[in-house]
Nanobody, 123 residues
Framework: QVQLGESGGGLVQAGGSLRLSCAAS????????MGWFRQAPGKEREFVAA????????YYADSVKGRFTISRDNAKNAVYLQMNSLKREDTAVYYC????????????????WGQGTQVTVSE
């Protein structure tokens, strides 16, 4: 079992920045691939970013490429999502997710999920 907890969400103006954090426990962190997903009201959950166990491989949705950066600190059992140049359409609940070994961009392949953190971008 892997337990996840997100933090760092909030209200920010368009063009601003936020950094989300996700703390993991329950399993050796370097055996876990991590992803960030988001869900806006009335929409399906969508992939945002993912990082391999070592941190050497990262993946991004086209909508956030160049603005968001995913990273991880295996010594701290944490993954981060640095979000810059935020837009109103980035407003959503952001979830971190974990899966054993191989990274994926597909939500259905992640068995472990955090409770989510709200990000609201205003004009």
């Amino acid at each position: 079992q892997v337990q996840l907890g997100e933090s760092g969400g909030g209200l920010v103006q368009a063009g601003g920045s936020l950094r989300l954090s996700c703390a993991a426990s329950g399993r050796a962190f370097n055996t876990i691939a991590m992803g960030w997903f988001r869900q806006a009201p009335g929409k399906e959950r969508e992939f945002v970013a993912a990082v391999s166990r070592s941190g050497g491989d990262t993946y991004y949705a086209d909508s956030v490429k160049g603005r968001f950066t995913i990273s991880r600190d295996n010594a701290k059992n944490a993954v981060y999502l640095q979000m810059n140049s935020l837009k109103r359409e980035d407003t959503a609940v952001y979830y971190c997710a974990a899966k054993i070994l191989v990274v994926s961009t597909t939500a259905e392949q992640y068995p472990y999920w955090g409770q989510g953190t709200q990000v609201t971008v205003s004009e």
